[in-house]
């Protein structure tokens, strides 16, 4: 069973930084390709960002293009998401996730972590 643990939610204010964590553990880490998604009441959930198992491709929603940066360390079975120049509207809860695949993309995934709250204040 893979199991995946994010970290790193909080409450910040327009324009802060913040880097999120998500640990994996039950498996091979370095097989799967992992994102970041995030949820807000009422809303579909929405892809933000993914890294590739393999040569390093990354892919990113528009919404968060040149703000995110999503990377991982295979030795430590730890994929980040460096968050900057936060906006109110980034305020969601943000969820791991994996797939058994190569391709950095938005779906679909095989595994989900819990989630961690990011909240922007204006």
């Known amino acids: 069973q893979v199991l995946l643990v994010a970290s790193g939610g909080g409450l910040v204010q327009a324009g802060d930084s913040l880097r999120l964590s998500c640990v994996v553990s039950?498996?091979?880490?370095?097989?799967?390709?992992m994102g970041w998604f995030r949820q807000t009441p009422g809303k579909e959930r929405e892809f933000v960002a993914a890294f590739s198992r393999s040569g390093g491709g990354t892919y990113y929603a528009d919404s968060v293009k040149g703000r995110f940066t999503i990377s991982r360390d295979n030795a430590k079975n730890t994929v980040y998401l460096q968050m900057n120049s936060l906006k109110p509207g980034d305020t969601a809860v943000y969820v791991c996730?994996?797939?058994?695949?190569?391709?950095?993309?938005?779906?679909?995934?095989?595994?989900w972590g819990q989630g961690t709250q990011v909240t922007v204040s204006s």
């Open positions: 039950g498996h091979t880490f370095s097989s799967y390709t």
């Open positions: 996730a994996a797939r058994y695949s190569a391709v950095a993309s938005d779906g679909p995934y095989d595994y």
